[in-house]
C-alpha cells in the first residue's frame, strides 16, 4: 500500500487507490491464515482512521456548505466502513469455536462495532440499518464470555481501552441520536461523550428495576425502552448512570472545561455541545419517565402541501387570509413527475410559482409531522427552521420546528421530521408601548396552549426582536391587554417562542350605555348543582397555586 | 547576530573559563544546526507498531450485573469542594461564561449577568412555573457558585428544591448553605423547617419546632416566598380572559369562514 495514501482522502485518486488495497485483501481474505487477515484488516482500518483524523476536524466544520464533493466523501466513508465492518464480521464468524486467541476473539469483533458505529456517524442514507450482523457480533461475545473483557483500540488516531459491550452501546447509541436531530457535529461531540462514558455503557442480562434500554439481541431493531417480552434474548443499558454522565458533563462546563478537553469535539462550538446536552436530556427524559418516546404514526401520503418558512413568511401568506392556500389531493402522474423531478411533465407544470414551496406529508402523528421535499424545495430548510402550512383551504395553520433532516426516500429528496407547536395558530397584532406611547405595531403569531388559564399560551417572535422587558399591548373584542413576553420557552434559528405575562387589564372605552340597561345573568357552568360542578368548571382557570 | 559580550565574562574576568562556556554553547548549538540539515529521521513503522501491538494489560474485575456505577459523583464531589468561579484563569472563564449565554439565552450573558438578583429569582421563577425546574435548578446554582457569599439564590434553590419535593437534593443543599453560611444564619431556622416537612428524619434538621400561626400565608402555603413569586393573581386571571378572548376570536373566523364557502 502506498504510504502516502491516508495523507489525504479528500481526494479522489487517493480514495482509488484505497478501495484497490481494499477489494484486494476481500480478494485475499480466503487464502490467508486468521492471523494474517486480522493483520491486514488492522493495517487497512488504520490507513482509514488516519486519513480520517486529517480531515474530520475542517470537515465537520464546514458542514453547513458542504459541496458534491464533501457529499461523496462523506457517502465514501461511510461505504469504506462498511465493508470494513462487513471483512471483520466475516473474520469473526469463520473463528474457530474453541480459539482463546486475543486478536481474535477481542480486537477483530472489536474493530467490526467500531466500524458499524462510524458507518452509522458518516452514514447520508435514510433507510434503516441492518442491525442482524450487529447483534450477531455481539450475540457471539456473550457466548465467549468477551464481553467484558478490556480491549485496546486506536480511534481517531487516540488509543482507548474500550469493552465489546461499551463498543456495541456506542454503535446503538449513535444510531438511536443519528435520525437527523443532530447534526454532524453535534454527533461527533456526543461520540466523543461516549468514548468518555465507556464505564458507564455495561449491560445487564436482567431488565433492571429503573427505567433503561434494551438491545433484542434477535431482532433486526435498535434500542428499545423497557422490558423484552419473556423468553426473547435481550441486553439492557440502564439509564441512570448515563444521566449522571451527563451531569458530569455540565459540572465539567460550570468549571469551565469541554469535555473532552482534547480531539475535534473540544473545537466545536460551545453552543454545539449545548445543543448535544438538551437533545440528550430530553432523550433520557422522556425515556426514563416512562413516555412513548414516539406517537404513533399515520402515513399523510398523497398530500402535496404549501409550507411556509420563518416567521415573515408564515405571517404573509399562511396566515394572511387566501382562498388558494393549503393542501392539494393530486394524482399518481403529479407524484411520480415531482419524484423523478421531471420539469417537462405537463402535470409537474402545473406546480408552481417559484418562490413557493411544496412539501410531500408522507406521515402523521399526534406531536409532529414528516414531509419530504425535492433537494431544491429543501435548499436553506434546517433543524430549527419553523414551518408553516395549511392541511386544507380553511383549515387553521399549523406550525412546526423543524427536528430532523435527513436524506429521504429516494435520491435528490430530503426528509424533515416537524415537531407540531401549534396546530391553530393565529396573527394577533401588538403595539409596543412605552407607557401611555405606542411606539411600533407589528403582526405576531400567537401559539395556544393546551391549558385553558392561559398560561401554557405563547407568542412566537423574531430573535432580533425579542426583549423581555418591552411592554406590548393587544386589542382583542372589545378589551385591551398589555402583555410581557418574559418566558423564554423555545428557540431556533431566529425565532423564539415566549410566554408571557399579562400585566393588567384594561376595558376600552366602552360603548354607549343606554339608560337602565339590565344586566344580564350569566350562568356558570355547574352553578346550582349539587354535585361539585362549579368547583370542576373553575379549578382550570385558577393559579396551579391555589389548588395545591 | 548580536555583537554584544557575554555577560558571563564581564563575571569572570578568566578568559579559559567564559571562552570555553561559550564555546561549548557554539558547538553544540552547532551540531543542533547541522542535525536540522538533515531529513528528518522518525522510524514511523516502529511507532506504528508500538500503536498496533497488544499492551500487556490487567483484566478488568467485573462485579456482574451487581455492579453499582462508578463512583463518578463522589470524585466530582470532591473536585467541586474546592472549585471557585472566582479563580477561573481566562480560557475556563471564558469556556464558563460562552456555557452559561448559549445555556440560558435572554437571562444571562455571562457569569457576571447573575449578579442582580431580581431578575435572577425571576427568570428561576419562570422556568419552575414553566415545568423547568431543572433549568431553574441549574440556573441558581451557577448563581450560587458565582457568588457564594449571596444567600438569595441559594434560598431560591431550596426553595425550588422543596416545592419539587426533591428531599436529597434539599438536604444536600441546605447542607451546603449551612457550611458556606453557618447556622447562625437568619434563613436557617425557616430551612430547618421546610427540611423537617420534606425530610423528617433528616438529622441536619433536627431541632426545636417553632410552629408559626401562618402557616397557609402566602402565594405558595407552607414556603418563606424565597422564589419572589407574586402575591396579586390578577395576572393570572388576565391571561385565562386573554386566552379565551382569543379563542372566540378564532371561533368567530371559523365560522364566518363556514359561511361565505357556503
Not at chain 1, 98 to 121: F, I, M, N, S
Not at chain 1, 432 to 445: D, P, S
Not at chain 1, 511 to 529: N, T
Not at chain 2, 215 to 242: C, K, M, Q
Request: glycine share 8%; aromatic share 8%.
Amino acid at each position: 500500500m502506498n504510504a502516502t495514501m491516508s495523507r489525504d482522502v479528500t481526494r479522489a485518486d487517493i480514495r482509488a487507490e484505497y478501495e484497490r488495497a481494499r477489494r484486494a485483501l476481500k480478494s485475499e481474505l480466503p487464502g490467508l491464515t486468521q492471523d494474517e487477515a486480522a493483520s491486514r484488516l488492522g493495517q487497512l482500518a488504520a490507513t482509514l482512521d488516519q486519513g480520517v483524523a486529517r480531515i474530520k476536524g475542517e470537515l465537520l466544520a464546514t458542514s453547513l456548505c458542504w459541496n458534491e464533493d464533501h457529499q461523496a466523501l462523506v457517502g465514501w466513508l461511510c461505504a469504506e466502513h462498511e465493508h470494513l465492518f462487513s471483512m471483520a464480521h466475516g473474520l469473526a464468524q469463520a473463528r474457530p469455536a474453541a480459539c482463546d486467541d486475543e486478536v481474535l476473539t477481542l480486537r477483530v469483533p472489536a474493530a467490526a462495532l467500531y466500524h458499524w458505529g462510524e458507518a452509522v456517524k458518516w452514514s447520508t442514507r435514510r433507510e434503516r440499518q441492518d442491525y442482524q450482523p450487529l447483534h450477531a457480533v455481539m450475540s457471539a461475545a456473550l457466548r465467549h464470555g468477551s464481553q467484558r473483557q478490556p480491549v485496546r483500540m486506536v480511534a481517531d488516531g487516540r488509543g482507548r481501552t474500550v469493552t465489546l459491550e461499551a463498543l456495541y452501546f456506542r454503535a446503538l447509541l449513535l444510531d438511536r441520536f443519528a435520525g437527523g436531530s443532530l447534526t454532524r457535529p453535534q454527533l461527533e461531540i456526543l461520540d466523543a461523550w461516549l468514548w468518555e462514558w465507556v464505564p458507564a455503557l455495561n449491560a445487564r442480562r436482567e431488565a433492571p428495576d429503573a427505567r433503561c434500554f434494551r438491545a433484542d439481541l434477535d431482532s433486526n431493531t435498535g434500542l428499545r425502552e423497557g422490558a423484552a417480552a419473556e423468553g426473547a434474548s435481550a441486553l439492557y443499558l440502564p439509564l441512570q448512570p448515563l444521566i449522571g454522565r451527563r451531569r458530569d458533563v455540565i459540572a465539567h462546563l460550570h468549571q469551565g472545561r469541554l469535555v473532552p478537553e482534547h480531539g475535534c469535539a473540544s473545537e466545536m462550538r460551545l453552543e454545539e455541545h449545548v445543543a448535544v446536552l438538551e437533545q440528550v436530556g430530553r432523550a433520557f427524559e422522556a425515556a426514563a419517565s416512562g413516555r412513548e418516546f414516539r406517537a404513533e404514526r399515520r402515513p399523510g401520503a398523497g398530500l402535496r402541501i404549501e409550507v411556509w418558512v420563518g416567521i415573515q413568511e408564515i405571517l404573509s401568506r399562511g396566515l394572511a387570509p387566501r382562498r388558494t392556500d393549503g393542501a392539494t389531493k393530486v394524482g399518481e402522474e403529479v407524484l411520480a413527475a415531482i419524484a423523478a423531478s421531471n420539469p417537462m411533465n405537463s402535470s409537474f407544470m402545473l406546480a408552481d410559482d417559484p418562490s413557493r414551496r411544496y412539501l410531500w406529508l408522507t406521515d402523521v402523528s399526534e406531536s409532529g409531522f414528516g414531509f419530504e421535499a425535492l433537494g431544491s424545495d429543501a435548499i436553506g430548510i434546517a433543524v430549527g427552521d419553523l414551518l408553516g402550512w395549511r392541511k386544507a383551504p380553511g383549515e387553521p395553520c399549523a406550525i412546526g420546528r423543524v427536528a430532523r433532516r435527513m436524506p429521504g426516500s429516494s435520491s435528490n429528496q430530503v426528509y424533515f421530521g416537524v415537531q407540531l407547536l401549534t396546530a391553530a395558530a393565529r396573527a394577533v397584532k401588538l403595539v409596543e408601548i412605552a407607557g401611555e406611547r405606542e411606539l411600533a405595531e407589528e403582526m405576531h403569531i400567537y401559539v395556544p396552549g393546551d391549558d385553558d388559564s392561559g398560561r401554557r399560551d405563547a407568542f412566537l417572535v423574531t430573535e432580533s426582536r425579542h426583549r423581555e422587558s418591552t411592554v406590548y399591548r393587544a386589542r382583542i373584542e372589545d378589551r385591551a391587554f398589555h402583555l410581557k413576553l418574559d418566558r423564554l420557552r423555545q428557540r431556533g434559528r431566529g425565532w423564539v417562542l415566549c410566554g408571557f405575562e399579562v400585566e393588567a387589564l384594561t376595558v376600552a372605552a366602552p360603548p354607549v350605555l343606554q339608560d337602565a340597561v339590565e344586566l344580564p345573568h350569566f350562568r356558570l357552568p355547574g352553578e346550582g348543582d349539587d354535585d361539585g360542578g362549579l368547583e370542576h368548571a373553575l379549578s382550570r382557570e385558577v393559579s396551579s397555586r391555589l389548588l395545591v | 547576530m548580536s555583537v554584544l559580550r557575554p555577560p558571563a565574562s564581564s563575571w569572570f574576568p578568566m578568559p579559559g573559563l567564559t571562552f570555553g562556556f561559550w564555546r561549548r554553547s557554539r558547538t553544540s548549538a552547532a551540531a543542533k544546526a547541522g542535525a536540522g540539515d538533515d531529513a528528518p529521521k522518525v522510524d514511523f513503522d516502529r511507532i506504528l507498531a508500538g500503536i498496533r501491538a497488544a499492551p500487556q494489560l490487567e483484566m478488568i474485575e467485573w462485579k456482574g450485573d451487581g455492579m453499582q456505577e462508578p463512583a463518578a459523583e463522589p470524585a466530582r464531589a470532591s473536585e467541586d469542594d474546592g472549585f471557585d468561579a472566582s479563580k477561573l484563569d481566562g480560557r475556563r472563564r471564558k469556556i464558563r461564561d460562552r456555557y452559561i449565554a448559549a445555556r440560558f439565552p435572554g437571562i444571562a450573558k455571562c457569569g457576571a449577568d447573575l449578579a442582580d438578583e431580581e431578575p435572577l429569582i425571576r427568570a428561576a421563577r419562570l422556568m419552575f412555573e414553566d415545568d423547568r425546574a431543572a433549568d431553574a435548578l441549574e440556573l441558581l446554582a451557577l448563581a450560587v457558585e458565582e457568588y457564594p457569599q449571596r444567600v438569595a439564590a441559594w434560598l431560591a434553590q431550596l426553595e425550588i428544591l422543596y416545592l419539587t419535593r426533591d428531599a436529597a437534593g434539599f438536604t444536600e443543599a441546605a447542607g451546603a448553605f449551612r457550611q458556606r453560611h453557618g447556622a447562625q444564619s437568619e434563613a436557617w431556622p425557616e430551612i430547618c423547617r421546610l427540611g423537617r416537612a420534606l425530610a423528617p428524619a433528616g438529622a441536619l434538621f433536627a431541632g426545636d419546632v417553632k410552629v408559626r400561626d401562618h402557616e397557609h400565608y402566602g402565594p405558595w402555603p407552607h414556603t418563606p416566598n424565597w422564589i419572589r413569586a407574586p402575591w396579586d393573581l390578577t395576572a393570572e386571571v388576565s391571561a385565562a380572559d386573554f386566552h379565551h378572548a382569543l379563542r372566540r376570536a378564532a371561533n368567530d373566523d371559523v365560522e364566518r369562514d363556514a359561511k361565505e364557502a357556503a
